[in-house]
Structures are given as C-alpha cells and as structure tokens.
C-alpha cells in the first residue's frame, strides 16, 4: 500500500512538474529573446540618432553653397522634427525611410556645386554621414536577424501556446522604403 502511494506520488509530481517545466522554460526564452529584439532596436536609434545629430551640420554646410536649394532643407528639418516627436518604433522607421531619400536628394543638390565638393567641412561631414549610413545597415540587420529569431519562436510549437498564453506578440522588421527599389538616376 505504500508502496503504491510513493509510486502515484511520483507520478503526480512528474505529471504536474513537466508541464511547469515546459512553460517555464518556454516563457524565460521569449523573455530573453524579446530583450534581446529591444537592446538591437536601441542600437538601430542610436546610429539613427546620430544621422539626425549630423544633419543640421551638413545642411548648414550646404546651404552656404545652395541657397535657393529650399525645398531639400525644408524636408530634412521637417524629418528631423519629426524624428524628434516620433513615439513608436514603427514611426521612428517611417521617418527613418523618408530621411534616406532626402540625404540622397541632398547629395544630389552637392553635386551641383563643384566647390562645395572640395570644400573640408562638406567632405568631413560626408564621410561621417556615410559611416554612419554604414552603422546603420548593420543595426538594421541584426535587428531583424533579432525579430527574427524572437518571431520564429512565438511561432513555433509548443511555443505559440505560451506565447500566446502571455501576450508575446510577433515584432515588425526594419524594411526598406518603396523608393529603394527604383534606382537613382545619376545625369553627368
């Protein structure tokens, strides 16, 4: 008869203990994975960040040489002030995107201008935007490498239970603007 009360006991505690387990398990994961797509988002609004720390210097710089260039400058304050005021992430990116294409149409407007091309200060501020475009490719991809991952396992079984169980919802990735698939024209 003890016997038999040990075994069910045992029982018992696997049939109740595996579960936990499982959930524990599974809900400590999603924790680490969803920290893990916030700390690469912070990466991502950091080299942002810088961008738009770098913009007024280069418009500035600009600007000395192309002043009836209005309508560049007007949009790359407007986007800086929006950047500013954006909350989610979502917006953050928007802003980011429509920022891309006016830099672009901003170095179009310094292509014009052959001395502002020599000039020391324009040159160092390109070089610094350019590293910073760089910094800001490699956030953007190891952010979504991170959403990825983190999505992938909300997604699968037994995860999708307890993922869905505790409200771990799937994340957006970082994607490219519209006007990156149509390439610029470059006239000489």
């Given at each position: 008869?003890?016997?038999?009360?040990?075994?069910?006991?045992?029982?018992?505690?696997?049939?109740?203990?595996?579960?936990?387990?499982?959930?524990?398990?599974?809900?400590?994961?999603?924790?680490?994975?969803q920290e893990?797509?916030?700390?690469?988002?912070?990466?991502?609004?950091?080299?942002?960040?810088?961008?738009?720390?770098?913009?007024?210097?280069?418009?500035?710089?600009?600007?000395?040489?192309?002043?009836?260039?209005?309508?560049?400058?007007?949009?790359?304050?407007?986007?800086?002030?929006?950047?500013?005021?954006?909350?989610?992430?979502?917006?953050?990116?928007?802003?980011?995107?429509?920022?891309?294409?006016?830099?672009?149409?901003?170095?179009?407007?310094?292509?014009?201008?052959?001395?502002?091309?020599?000039?020391?200060?324009?040159?160092?501020?390109?070089?610094?935007?350019?590293?910073?475009?760089?910094?800001?490719?490699?956030?953007?991809?190891?952010?979504?490498?991170?959403?990825?991952?983190y999505n992938?396992?909300?997604?699968?079984?037994?995860?999708?239970?307890?993922?869905?169980?505790?409200?771990?919802?799937?994340?957006?990735?970082?994607?490219?603007?519209?006007?990156?698939?149509?390439a610029p024209?470059?006239?000489?």
């Amino acid at each position: 008869m003890k016997k038999k009360l040990i075994i069910t006991g045992i029982i018992l505690l696997i049939i109740i203990a595996l579960p936990f387990s499982m959930v524990k398990r599974n809900y400590n994961n999603f924790v680490g994975l969803q920290e893990g797509v916030d700390a690469q988002w912070a990466n991502v609004e950091t080299v942002l960040q810088r961008r738009f720390d770098l913009i007024p210097n280069l418009v500035n710089t600009v600007k000395g040489f192309a002043d009836h260039e209005k309508g560049v400058f007007t949009e790359v304050t407007r986007l800086r002030s929006q950047w500013a005021s954006a909350g989610t992430a979502t917006e953050k990116v928007g802003v980011a995107n429509e920022m891309q294409g006016a830099l672009g149409r901003l170095m179009l407007v310094a292509e014009n201008y052959p001395q502002l091309k020599s000039n020391q200060n324009f040159l160092a501020l390109q070089d610094e935007l350019s590293g910073t475009e760089n910094r800001i490719s490699v956030e953007r991809r190891r952010y979504n490498e991170s959403v990825r991952g983190y999505n992938t396992s909300v997604r699968k079984f037994p995860g999708v239970l307890i993922a869905n169980l505790f409200g771990f919802d799937k994340r957006e990735a970082f994607e490219a603007a519209q006007e990156a698939a149509t390439a610029p024209t470059v006239q000489f």
